[in-house]
T-cell receptor
Framework: RKEVEQDPGPFNVPEGATVAFNCTYSNSASQSFFWYRQDCRKEPKLLMSVYSSGNEDGRFTAQLNRASQYISLLIRDSKLSDSATYLCVVNQNDYKLSFGAGTTVTVRA | ETGVTQTPRHLVMGMTNKKSLKCEQHLGHNAMYWYKQSAKKPLELMFVYNFKEQTENNSVPSRFSPECPNSSHLFLHLHTLQPEDSALYLC?????????????????FGPGTRLTVL
C-alpha cells in the first residue's frame, strides 16, 4: 500500500463552484498533515496545515479523520487562480514527509 | 537573497559526466532535504540532513552522493547517471519544532534543477 494516495483528478470546475477531494495515508502513527500547492513547473508551497479538529483558511477547509486515515480539502467559491495541483503530505517520522502524487484542479471561466 | 536557492536551474549531462547541484537556504533552518520529482509521480525523498548529519537515505543509488558542509548548504554530486534519472530535483529546508523533528513544520522548497541525462 502506498504511504499517501490521492485521486489524481483532474477536477474541472467553473468559477464559483465548490470542489472537494480526499487523500488516504497508511501510517497510523503519523502526526503531522499538510496540503501543499504546486503550480505548473514551479516548486510546492504550503497551502495549509491540517489539525485534528479541522481548520479553515479563507475559502479553504481541511479535515482530518484519524480513524479512517484520510484527509480532505474543500475549496469554496473557486477562483481561476486556484488552478493547480494539490499535494497531500503526511509525516512518517521526525524528519521524513511522504507526498501524494497530487490532485489536479482546473477552474474555468 | 531570501528563501531557498538552487543552481543550476537546468542541466543537461551525458551518462559519463560528473556534475553537482547546489542548494542554499537563507532561513536559518537546521534541516535540509533532496527530493526527486518525475513526471506524474509523487515527490520522492532522497536524503535528509539535520544539523549537517544525514538522518535519512531513502535507498538512493550510489551514483547520487550528497554533501552538507554546514546547515545552510547542501550539494548533490552526480556521476554516471542513467536516462531514467532525468527529473526535477528539489531542495527544501525546515526547522525543528517543539513537537519533535522538522517534519512537523513547513518545508520551504527551492525552484529546483531540471536535469536531463542523455
Amino acid at each position: 500500500r502506498k504511504e499517501v494516495e490521492q485521486d489524481p483528478g483532474p477536477f474541472n470546475v467553473p468559477e464559483g463552484a465548490t470542489v472537494a477531494f480526499n487523500c488516504t495515508y497508511s501510517n497510523s502513527a503519523s502526526q503531522s498533515f499538510f496540503w501543499y500547492r504546486q503550480d505548473c513547473r514551479k516548486e510546492p508551497k504550503l497551502l495549509m496545515s491540517v489539525y485534528s479538529s479541522g481548520n479553515e483558511d479563507g475559502r479553504f477547509t481541511a479535515q482530518l479523520n484519524r480513524a479512517s486515515q484520510y484527509i480532505s480539502l474543500l475549496i469554496r467559491d473557486s477562483k481561476l487562480s486556484d488552478s493547480a495541483t494539490y499535494l497531500c503530505v503526511v509525516n512518517q517520522n521526525d524528519y521524513k514527509l511522504s507526498f501524494g502524487a497530487g490532485t489536479t484542479v482546473t477552474v474555468r471561466a | 537573497e531570501t528563501g531557498v536557492t538552487q543552481t543550476p536551474r537546468h542541466l543537461v549531462m551525458g551518462m559519463t559526466n560528473k556534475k553537482s547541484l547546489k542548494c542554499e537556504q537563507h532561513l536559518g533552518h537546521n534541516a535540509m532535504y533532496w527530493y526527486k520529482q518525475s513526471a506524474k509521480k509523487p515527490l520522492e525523498l532522497m536524503f535528509v540532513y539535520n544539523f549537517k548529519e544525514q538522518t535519512e537515505n531513502n535507498s538512493v543509488p550510489s551514483r547520487f552522493s550528497p554533501e552538507c558542509p554546514n546547515s545552510s548548504h547542501l550539494f548533490l554530486h552526480l556521476h554516471t547517471l542513467q536516462p531514467e534519472d532525468s527529473a526535477l530535483y528539489l531542495c527544501a529546508s525546515s526547522q525543528d519544532s517543539l513537537a519533535g523533528g522538522a517534519s512537523y513544520n513547513e518545508q520551504f522548497f527551492g525552484p529546483g534543477t531540471r536535469l536531463t541525462v542523455l
